[in-house]
């Protein structure tokens, strides 16, 4: 099973080689049982505090994964949220964080080290893919504007797809194969939040929509801030759904060279979240009054069919 990559993939692909042999021998953490079952217990709480959609699709994994990857979650949310926050961010608290939690031994104070330091020596996680995303959340302080999709999606590389490697490690998967999938899954994930969120980042001073494509439908900056849906405004989000659908349906077969075990939860967190799409649509492409989502009821309703998909497709 091959994938063709696009232009724009061959630098993220090239990212993604650099970070899999960066694999440096982790010690155990040296904590007690109880402990280190309140750490994950933190990370837990982390992740249903703020991504419903994750929380549920990581319920899907055996306990010790399910665990794990909601250790990964945390160490991702405190990262974007010490730049998100402050609207603007301190790199220098983002570095400190960045090297509470990828160095040893992890500190008592702050228990999603202690979890996520377990996680990265039970799983061994290339430890540049972590160092990756603290660089790719280090551009919302420097960067907030792109020009082209292919800038974009080298932004979008820095969260998501990494977050998506790292997964890979914990779920398991049958060889490097399965890492331009998973880059196109982060791409498309990422892509989702920037359509849903265009008006709470437009308030936060950033607009993450490619500017050449922006242009080629008639529209600029003066669109966004003013926030009505026109037909221009319509014609562009449909080309950007249809690109990101794209790129959903795309990585979808690399679910087959997970291990069994995680292929259910994988294929929920993308096409759970690929019902975001649906919410922008059927809401008229107002992305600027309302934020999309699915509800819980929603979410459940999908689950048997991604089941099935998950169990029986084909490479």
Request: one cysteine or more; glycine letters at 6%; proline letters at 5%.
């Amino acid at each position: 099973m091959t994938i063709d990559a696009q232009h724009w993939e061959h630098q993220l692909l090239s990212l993604a080689w650099e970070g899999l042999g960066n694999r440096p021998v982790v010690p155990p953490v040296q904590s007690d049982g109880a402990t280190l079952a309140e750490a994950y217990a933190a990370c837990s709480q982390i992740t249903r505090e703020n991504s419903r959609t994750f929380y549920l699709a990581s319920s899907l994994l055996p306990s010790t994964k399910r665990d794990a990857v909601r250790a990964l979650y945390a160490f991702s949310r405190i990262s974007d949220d010490i730049v998100d926050i402050s609207q603007g961010g301190s790199l220098s608290e983002l570095y400190r964080w960045r090297d509470a939690a990828l160095h040893f031994p992890p500190r008592a104070s702050e228990p999603v080290t202690i979890a996520w330091a377990d996680t990265r020596r039970r799983f061994d996680i290339p430890t540049t893919y972590a160092e990756q995303l603290i660089e790719g959340i280090a551009r919302d302080v420097l960067q907030n504007r792109y020009n082209t999709f292919s800038d974009l999606a080298t932004y979008c590389y820095g969260v998501p797809c990494t977050v998506g490697l790292m997964s890979m490690h914990i779920t398991g998967f049958a060889g490097s194969d399965a890492i331009p999938y998973a880059i196109r899954l982060g791409v498309a994930l990422q892509l989702t939040n920037i359509l849903r969120d265009v008006g709470e980042d437009w308030r936060f001073g950033r607009m993450y929509l490619p500017l050449d494509e922006l242009h080629a439908f008639n529209l600029d900056e003066e669109d966004i801030s003013l926030g009505v849906v026109t037909p221009q405004w319509r014609d562009f989000m449909k080309y950007q759904i249809s690109r990101v659908r794209y790129l959903y349906e795309s990585a979808f077969p690399g679910i087959r060279l997970l291990d069994p075990d995680g292929r259910f939860a994988i294929a929920a967190a993308g096409e759970l979240y690929q019902g975001i799409l649906d919410d922008i649509e059927q809401n008229g492409y107002d992305v600027f009054t309302r934020r999309a989502h699915l509800s819980a009821t929603e979410k459940i309703l999908r689950l048997p069919s991604i089941w099935v998909r998950a169990r029986f497709s084909r490479p």
